[in-house]
């Protein structure tokens, strides 16, 4: 388990004056305003029984408006209980939840300005395509001219016109999901929850729905909070990504941050793939410091933070960052116990002392890079940079 | 998805998949159900024998009788409303037990259809336990308790909250819990197996586009139970029209319902034609509920 809760990026403070009424139905959101905020949130299932169980422990966590935010983390983190908490569907144990500065933490779904792309849809399934849509702003008292206009936008915003009279169980998984979208924007929410909805797709439509789902945010300029356990999916759509896992806010940060600046192990290991190696700090000046692996040698990694001599580190190195070269000098080296051809890149499985590592090279073999068979000895070499020292 | 019967007949060998397996099940029909209708309509164009049977004889007396009153002296017809008032006492009472048999069982079957599989299955269990005895000894053991003298009016008696036996039985009301009674589980277990297959998701999803409990329940839990509310109303409403246990021994036969007028007709008044006309008149109500409700699904299906 994680011991630190990493503080989410500084958020610009809400304006007061930014915070928009509670009633549905308003685009404009203040470009710096917070969309969505959780203040020290607890959610504990079954509170005092023996089947209790913490799916949120003390997450504060800020959402700017006109952002598209990714909740990632593996099944059981929390993730889709914080969605739930923001849609009104679970009460929260303690803490404070607000929405564009309005705290919601008692306020029932209907009374959210908010609305939900669920898993599976929960699509009506005795409703047309068109009844669907117009049902939220029907239940808005919206007048009917208003109704139907919305719906003809919402039709062509998801492309869906010439399936407006059919009924959800007539169409496929891609074609309800759109219906799913335009369904959920129609009443125009300050916020958007999506739990997963691309899962249910094969993978060609993810991917083709994942370019929809970002472009439609750009469109709307709504404020999507997106959940999903697919760190691809994640780092491809969002602006940025909170990792979760057990109950516990491990990361905040862009795409970028997420992938290139891991925090945790956690998070080095989650999202892509990452070696990770115990070592010890054997010296340190400003802003490098040197480690000792057991049975592998020293190496040099820039810090970020204070660390003590002898204090036990984790090495995060990702596997397209490693270099093995043929042994010809000083340095780490290992052995290749396996390789496997992926057509874009070979990766090679290596044993290095106790540690078993993984290198993936572009093209191996090809182009001037060498390649290396199972049984090869290798030099290891490690791109400037690419080492990121975590201390949990 | 139009692979899907395609794959599935491939999978049944040949010599099986056969038309003929009907035949048993088709053959039971026709000798037991068309037949014996064919012969009721036939009678009911006919003129009652002296003993009993029926002569040979095409008449539409058996009809005209259910309205009109032939005066033994000059043969006019007269009106009488007597037979018209037992057939809306028989739609009454089975629409009023259908309506008390949904009320009572939305609420049971939508606790059966939350809970574990484990409680579920001993729930179900439970219900048809009352299947384990005859209709008819439960039908007497209700009017024992319901008796003047049973339970009920021994205890409200001996406590002094009335002065005399309440009229529980031989009536209107003691008939209408018999059929509530007799018919009960056939309307829990279509809701059950309605509210087991809704989609709890469906609520969350009116909820997030800001319709109220009452809007949920009226907009989407009902429309989509339909099929088991029709269902359940159907398997109550039409044994309960027709029902001859329930008036005959809870209503002490004072309380005629079209059942127990159809009965009289074949026993002790030996007027068959007129039986089989009060029977064919029965099966038209019947036929007539099974299209309406039939028409109204399917522009249901149309206006959506």
């Keep these: 388990m994680q011991r630190a809760i990493i503080e989410p990026n500084p958020t610009p403070p809400a304006d007061s004056k930014a915070a928009s009424p509670s009633k549905p139905g308003s685009l404009l959101q203040h470009p710096n305003s917070v969309a969505a905020e959780v203040r020290n949130l607890r959610k504990i299932y079954n509170v005092g029984s023996p089947q209790a169980h913490e799916a949120l422990k003390d997450v504060n966590l800020s959402i700017r408006a006109n952002e598209f935010f990714t909740l990632l983390g593996p099944s ?44 599976q849809y929960a699509l009506f399934p005795h409703m047309t395509v068109r009844r669907n849509i117009a049902f939220g702003l029907e239940m808005l008292g919206k007048p009917k001219a208003e109704v139907e206009r919305t ?40 916020l958007l929850l999506l739990d997963e909805p691309l899962s249910a797709l094969d993978l060609k439509l993810r991917q083709k729905m994942r370019l929809e ?58 999202i892509g793939e990452s070696n990770l190696i ?15 692996i057991e049975g592998f040698g020293q190496v040099q990694a820039p810090i970020g933070q204070r660390v003590e001599v002898g204090q036990q580190v984790w090495l995060s190195i990702r596997p397209e960052r490693l270099v093995l070269g043929a042994v010809h000098r000083e340095g780490p080296q290992a052995t290749v116990t396996d390789r496997t051809y992926l057509g874009n890149a070979v990766e090679y499985h290596l044993r290095a002392g106790k540690h078993a590592l993984t290198a993936r090279s572009p093209r191996g073999g090809l182009r001037g890079r060498q390649d290396f068979a199972p049984g090869d000895a290798v030099s290891l070499g490690f791109e400037p940079g690419s080492i990121k020292v975590l201390l949990s | ?13 040949q010599g099986f998949a056969h038309a003929g397996l009907l035949w048993p099940s088709l053959g039971v029909i026709l000798v037991f159900m068309v037949a014996p209708i064919a012969i009721m309509l036939t009678y009911s164009f006919l003129v009652p024998g002296a003993y009993g049977g029926v002569e040979w004889t095409f008449s539409t007396a058996a009809y005209e009788q259910i309205l009109f009153e032939r005066d033994f002296l000059d043969d006019s017809l007269t009106f009488t409303p007597d037979y018209l008032i037992i057939v809306a006492r028989s739609l009454i009472q089975a629409t009023v037990a259908t309506l008390l048999c949904l009320v009572i069982s939305v609420p049971t079957a939508y ?33 024992f308790v319901l008796r003047d003298d049973g339970p009920i009016n021994s205890a409200l008696l001996d406590v002094g909250v009335i002065g005399q036996p309440l009229a529980l039985s031989y009536n209107g009301f003691a008939i209408s819990l018999g059929l509530i009674y007799s018919f009960l589980p056939f309307m829990v277990l279509p809701l059950y197996s309605a509210f087991e297959r809704f989609d709890f998701r469906l609520l969350e999803a009116a909820y997030d586009l800001y319709a109220s409990r009452r809007v949920a329940f009226f907009r989407i839990v009902l429309p989509v139970m339909r099929p088991g509310l029709i269902a359940g109303s159907l398997l109550v409403f039409i044994p309960s029209v027709g029902s001859y246990l329930a008036p005959d021994i809870l209503g002490g036969g004072k309380t005629l319902m079209i059942g127990n007028l159809i009965g009289t007709q074949f026993q002790a008044a030996r007027n068959w034609p007129f039986g089989a006309a009060l029977s064919m008149i029965l099966l038209t109500i019947t036929l007539i509920v099974l299209l309406w409700l039939a028409r109204r699904a399917a522009q249901q299906q149309r206006s959506n």
Aim: aromatic content about 8%.
């Design chain 1, 76 to 119: 059981g983190c929390g993730k889709t209980t914080l969605l739930r908490i923001l849609g009104g569907f679970e009460m929260l144990t303690s803490g404070t939840c607000r929405i564009f500065g309005e705290d919601v933490s008692r306020l029932p779904p209907e009374a959210r300005p908010v609305n939900t792309v669920f898993q």
């Design chain 1, 151 to 190: 719906v003809e936008r919402m039709l062509d915003l998801v492309h869906m016109r010439e399936y407006a009279d059919r009924r959800p169980d007539t169409m496929s998984g891609g074609q309800r999901q759109r219906v799913a979208l335009a369904r959920a924007l129609a009443p125009q929410p300050k």
């Design chain 1, 213 to 270: 789902l970002k472009s439609l945010q750009r469109e709307t300029g709504i404020t999507f909070i997106f959940v999903t356990h697919d760190q691809e999916e994640a780092l491809a759509m969002s602006d940025r990504v909170a990792v979760i896992s057990n109950g516990h806010l491990q990361q905040v940060g862009t795409p970028e941050d997420i992938y290139e600046q891991p925090q945790s192990r956690f998070v080095a290991d989650f």
């Design chain 1, 278 to 292: 115990e070592a010890k700090v054997a010296d340190s000046a400003g802003s490098e410091a040197a480690f000792d």
């Design chain 2, 1 to 13: 998805m139009s692979a899907r019967p395609l794959a599935l007949s491939s999978r049944i060998p």
């Design chain 2, 111 to 143: 606790y059966i259809a939350t809970r574990s599989d484990r409680v579920k299955n001993i729930w179900l269990f439970l219900i048809t336990i009352p299947y384990w005895v005859n209709l008819l000894i439960r039908t007497i053991a209700l009017l």
